[in-house]
C-alpha cells in the first residue's frame, strides 16, 4: 500500500522556522523525484519546490529561494520541507507528491499538512 504521510506542520510566528516531513512507503522510493506543493485559502495549489530522485537537483518558487530547502534520504524513504524566515503568506497546507522518473509514469500525493504563519 502507497503511502506518503506528511508532518511537522503547525502554528509559527513570523520569522520562525518549521522543518515539514514527508514519510514513503509501498513504493521504491529511489525512482521518484520527489516535490513540496502548498495549497494557500482560495488559491490554486502551486509548486514549492522540487527534488531529483537521487537528489542532485533542486528547484524552488521564486517566493521561497533562499529561505525553504528540500533535501531528502533516500536510505530513510523521507523527504524534508526546511522552511526558514516563514512569512504570513506561506500560510497553506502543504503536500508531498511523488513522481516516477520514468515510464510507466505514476504520481502519489499526500494528505497534506497544515502551516499556519501568524502573530
Known amino acids: 500500500q502507497v503511502q506518503l504521510v506528511e508532518s511537522g506542520g503547525g502554528l509559527v510566528q513570523p520569522g520562525g522556522s518549521l522543518r515539514l516531513s514527508c514519510a514513503a512507503s509501498?513504493?521504491?522510493?529511489?525512482?521518484?523525484?520527489m516535490s513540496w506543493y502548498r495549497q494557500g485559502p482560495g488559491t490554486e495549489r502551486e509548486l514549492v519546490a522540487r527534488?531529483?530522485?537521487?537528489?542532485?537537483?533542486?528547484n524552488y518558487a521564486d517566493s521561497v529561494k533562499g529561505r525553504f530547502t528540500i533535501s531528502r534520504d533516500n536510505a530513510q524513504d523521507r523527504v524534508y520541507l526546511q522552511m526558514n524566515s516563514l512569512k504570513r503568506e506561506d500560510t497553506a497546507v502543504y503536500y508531498c507528491?511523488?513522481?516516477?522518473?520514468?515510464?510507466?509514469?505514476?504520481?502519489?500525493w499526500g494528505q497534506g499538512t497544515q502551516v499556519t504563519v501568524s502573530s
Open positions: 527534488i531529483s530522485s537521487g537528489g542532485g537537483n533542486t
Open positions: 509501498g513504493f521504491t522510493f529511489r525512482d521518484y523525484a
Open positions: 507528491k511523488a513522481e516516477r522518473v520514468r515510464l510507466p509514469k505514476t504520481t502519489y
